[in-house]
């Protein structure tokens, strides 16, 4: 699509809501709301603290995966005082295995900044909001909605899905997200009806329960949605070929070493530099992923110890995806006496203890591989 016909897209002007939309959303709402950890019991005001830590850990990421953490963080951290008083390498190790953790970092610095900035309340604005660290447009649009009820439209992967079948969007995505905004705000209850409260929190949390449950990405059980009559895309037939989207692009495959070094029980790791991906988390030393890497230039990155006189290569090879490439990784094993000396920024951990530690999945398939031990 040209830079002028995506601009065409953002000047368009929403067409007017059907009257009866917002209504026929909030009654099915009312009837069929999912049961979420963090959401509280129709009539009860949404816990600003418990919106927002959901709202992070849901950022790429389903509701399934985050249920056992949101419930773990909050038994830990019950509120944003206690988060914003722990370290930063508790947090890390408790957000070990969901990913992006770029989002733990921002996270615990949230806290801190609610903590000290705001005397422990979160702002009830989303400018005030997206003031804080790791919380963007969409972020503090949600939490703005569903905390506070404040008159603004937060528009994830599933409303995107049922705004662009309802009004049929040929556009296709990413280009055809301002106007799918736009339109997902007609889709609001109307304040000036004379309702105390206009229930833009549950707006967006019923469209985004009608995209779990019905209006899903296959097979979307139209018969059972309350909005099927006024579906432009329902009416055509082609509502599985919404939203059009763009050609993705994938990046280069990458490769590297992991090396395993064992002394008895322990294993040797470090902590990887705060900056970068998977920042600030636990690793076992390793070479750089570049495209192209071969096995003789990832043995020139293995730790340099005297104890360390032979690297046994391990059969087959590590594979993970990152959100923009692919990864493999070859593992080298080593063992060395006991009373070994870790290498200098590095450190002995027991293989027992292994969970307590910050380790990302990419790391865990590699330590399981060199161990030999179940992934």
């Known amino acids: 699509m040209t830079s002028s016909a995506a601009t065409k897209i953002k000047r368009r002007k929403a067409p007017e809501a059907a009257s009866g939309r917002p209504v026929l959303l909030l009654e099915w709402y009312d009837r069929h709301r999912r049961r979420l950890p963090w959401r509280p019991p129709a009539g009860e005001r949404a816990d600003p603290y418990r919106v927002w830590l959901s709202e992070i850990m849901l950022q790429q990421t389903g509701v399934k995966t985050v249920g056992p953490y949101f419930e773990k963080f909050l038994a830990r951290w019950p509120d944003v005082e206690a988060l914003g008083r722990a370290s930063l390498d508790d947090v890390l190790r408790m957000w070990a295995g969901l990913g992006y953790y770029s989002r733990a970092r921002n996270l615990h610095a949230c806290a801190v900044a609610v903590l000290r900035d705001h005397r422990g309340v979160f702002p009830d604005t989303e400018q005030g909001l997206q003031a804080l660290p790791g919380i963007g447009p969409y972020t503090a649009s949600a939490i703005a909605a569903i905390a506070f009820d404040r008159r603004t439209m937060p528009v994830d992967g599933n409303i995107e899905r049922v705004v662009s079948r309802l009004f049929a969007v040929e556009e296709p995505l990413p280009q055809a997200k301002p106007f799918i905004q736009q339109l997902a705000a007609t889709l609001l209850g109307d304040a000036r009806a004379g309702d105390e409260k206009s229930r833009a929190g549950d707006s967006a949390q019923a469209l985004m329960d ?68 998977l920042g600030g988390m636990t690793e076992v030393p390793g070479s750089d992923w570049l495209a192209g890497h071969d096995d003789n230039a990832a043995l020139q990155q293995a730790p340099v110890h005297k104890g360390i006189t032979r690297w046994h290569r391990k059969a087959g090879v590590v594979t993970h995806v990152f959100t ?37 999945n990419v790391m865990r398939k590699a330590i399981a591989h060199g161990l030999g031990l179940q992934g």
């Open 210 to 277: 009608l995209g779990s449950s019905i209006c899903t990405p296959k097979k979307p059980a139209c018969a059972l949605c309350p909005l099927n009559d006024d579906c432009a895309a329902c009416v055509r037939g082609d509502q599985e070929t919404f939203p059009r989207k763009a050609p993705k692009k994938s990046g280069a495959l990458r490769r590297g070493a992991a090396f395993v070094v064992t002394r008895g029980d322990e294993l040797l790791v470090r902590t990887r530099p705060e900056k970068g991906l």
């Open 324 to 360: 923009h490439f692919p990864l493999e990784l070859v593992v080298y094993t080593a063992k060395v006496a006991a009373r070994t000396r870790a290498p200098a920024g590095m450190r002995w951990v027991p293989v027992a203890t292994l969970a307590d530690e910050a380790l990302p």
